[in-house]
Structure formats: structure tokens, C-alpha cells
């Protein structure tokens, strides 16, 4: 138990830092989103693209552990629409809330944790997951939302636009000029690396410092009830269907993951929402609901993530 707890401790103490700063006046709540733009624009950007550049490709693009983590979030996405349709949710609440379920904190949450609990792996998985969620979860969830906003023409129109914005991502620019250095086989100088991993170093203090920081502030009026439905989904359900897609994934012959990935998997899909959540539900009035659902999960998460720590570790 001490074990698990060196690992959630530090990232709730992180937390609760910048939870602390901001609610002091330290910081002001505009900061964070600074602060956050410089780690998803400049800090993981840079890990990513030496964690893919300085390995050979076929050691990073692991086949199996994509389609467990897509097969898993796919299994989520199709439970949650059909919960929420199912209790008479309004077809933009339920958008909001099936995105909620499905879309993990890899950059901001999953890091940190993957950075404490397998250190030699942390990049990869990192760099794994954000190929599945940017091209399948994320574009997924939007489409919903556009749809749930109605207008057949108006959709297609939307999903061009997502797909060229997914591109233009800096973590995505950053994943595939490293595919493209690793495939060609550059070799990087040392003076490189080295400030790769000056900026790499930054990104997982000052992500979960933002995460606590963000929490000030937020609005708590919306509906509670499909909140607590969004945050059950995404830290319970979740999880489960990934480690079920885990199972079904060796009962198919797929080739079989490192013990390391296995458990590395089940864990990215047991971290709350990604922290730009209740702006996306902004978009369709439900920011209220969302900041309550994140709420939730993040707190939520320290008993969850620690039980998952436990049966999997």
C-alpha cells in the first residue's frame, strides 16, 4: 500500500499546490490557462517527440496496446450514449456527458502517474495514447457534439474541420516529426537531447499544478445527477471496458502486451476527463455540468486510481 500511495501522493500534493496557490491570490485563475498552454504547446510536445525519436519505431507503435485502448474507449463511447439516451438525457447533455466518459487527462494526469509508476515506459504510453485519442476518441466525441447541435451539412463541414485541427496540434506536429526522425534513423546531438529533456522535465509538476489550479472558481450549478453518472463512467466503466478489451484482445491471438503496457492501459482509462473538458461543453451550455463532473472525477480518482494501482501493480 505504501508503494501505491508513493505514487498518488505526490500527484494529489501537486494538486493541491495549485489548488492552494490560486485560491492564496499566488496565482490568478488566467494564469492557469498559461501555464497550461506552455505544457501542452512546448513541455509535451517535446517529450513526445524525443520519446518516438530516440526509439526504433516498431518499439513504439505497439499494435495490441492501440487497439485495446481503442477498442475499450469505443465500448464506452457506444454503453454511455445508450445509459444516457436510455434515462431521457437531452441529446447535447448526453454529447457532453458521453465525452466526459470517454476522453482520459493523458498529458496532464496519465503522465505524471505513467512517470512514478513506469519510468521507462512513461513516453511511449504517452505517445500511444495520444495517437488514439486524438485521431479516434476526441474526433468522435465532437462529432456527437456537432451532431447534437443538428445540421446534416453543417456535420460534415465540422468533421473536415476537426480532422485538419487534430493535425495541426503541437503534440501531434511533435509525434510525427518524431515517427519521421526515428524512421529515417537520425541520430541527435547530445546539446539536443538534453534540451528536449530540460523541457520534458517541466511538464509533469506544472501539469498536475495546473490541474489543481484550474479547480478554483469553477461553476458548480448544473445537473448533478448526470455528473455523478459522467464521473462513475469515466473512472469505473472505462477502465473496465479497457481491461475487457485487454482480455479479449489475448482470447483473439493478438500479440501480447509487457506486462508493463498491460497494466500501463487499464490505468490511462482510469484517470479523470482531460482538463479542457468543460470548455468543449461550453460550446452547448453544459459547461456547469462538466465542472462539476470534473470535480468529481478528480477528486474521485485519488480512491479509484489507487485501487486500480493496487490490483495492477
Known amino acids: ?31 492557469m490557462p498559461v ?31 492501440m487497439v485495446v485502448f481503442m477498442a475499450g474507449a469505443l465500448a464506452t ?21 458521453v465525452m466526459g466518459t470517454t476522453c482520459p487527462n493523458s498529458g496532464f494526469i496519465g503522465y505524471p502517474v505513467m512517470l512514478l509508476a513506469f519510468p521507462e515506459i512513461a513516453g511511449q504510453v504517452l505517445a500511444l495514447n495520444m495517437l488514439v485519442e486524438n485521431f479516434v476518441i476526441i474526433p468522435i466525441c465532437l462529432a456527437l457534439m456537432e451532431a447534437a447541435k443538428g445540421g446534416e451539412v453543417r456535420l460534415l463541414a465540422k468533421l473536415r474541420n476537426i480532422l485538419l485541427g487534430v493535425v495541426k496540434r503541437p503534440m501531434v506536429l511533435a509525434l510525427g516529426a518524431g515517427l519521421v526522425v526515428s524512421l529515417i534513423g537520425i541520430e541527435m546531438p547530445a546539446p539536443v ?23 478554483v472558481g469553477v461553476p458548480l450549478r448544473g445537473n448533478w445527477v448526470v455528473s455523478v453518472q459522467v464521473a462513475l463512467g ?21 500479440p501480447p502486451l509487457a506486462p508493463e ?12 476527463m482531460f482538463a479542457i473538458y468543460a470548455l468543449f461543453a461550453q460550446e452547448l451550455g453544459h459547461e456547469g455540468m462538466a465542472s462539476i463532473a470534473q470535480i468529481l472525477a478528480t477528486t474521485g480518482a485519488f480512491f479509484t486510481l489507487t485501487v486500480v494501482l493496487l490490483i495492477l501493480l
Do not use: C, Q
Open 1 to 31: 500500500m505504501l508503494a501505491i500511495l508513493s505514487i498518488t501522493f505526490p500527484i494529489y500534493v501537486a494538486m493541491a499546490l495549485g489548488w492552494g496557490a490560486v485560491r492564496r491570490g499566488v496565482f490568478k485563475p488566467a494564469d
Open 35 to 65: 501555464l497550461g498552454g506552455y505544457v501542452l504547446n512546448i513541455a509535451l510536445p517535446a517529450l513526445l517527440f524525443k520519446a518516438v525519436a530516440t526509439r526504433d519505431v516498431h518499439e513504439v507503435l505497439d499494435l495490441t496496446y
Open 77 to 97: 463511447i457506444a454503453i454511455a450514449y445508450a445509459v444516457f439516451t436510455a434515462s431521457g438525457v437531452s441529446p447535447t447533455r448526453r454529447a457532453v456527458g
Open 193 to 215: 537531447l538534453r534540451l528536449f529533456d530540460m523541457l520534458a522535465a517541466s511538464a509533469s509538476a506544472l501539469a498536475l499544478f495546473v490541474i489543481g489550479g484550474s479547480l
Open 234 to 254: 469515466k473512472l469505473i466503466l472505462h477502465p473496465v471496458m479497457v481491461a475487457l478489451a485487454l482480455m479479449a484482445a489475448v482470447a483473439l491471438g493478438l
Open 261 to 272: 503496457l498491460a497494466a500501463a492501459v487499464v490505468i490511462s482509462a482510469a484517470v479523470p
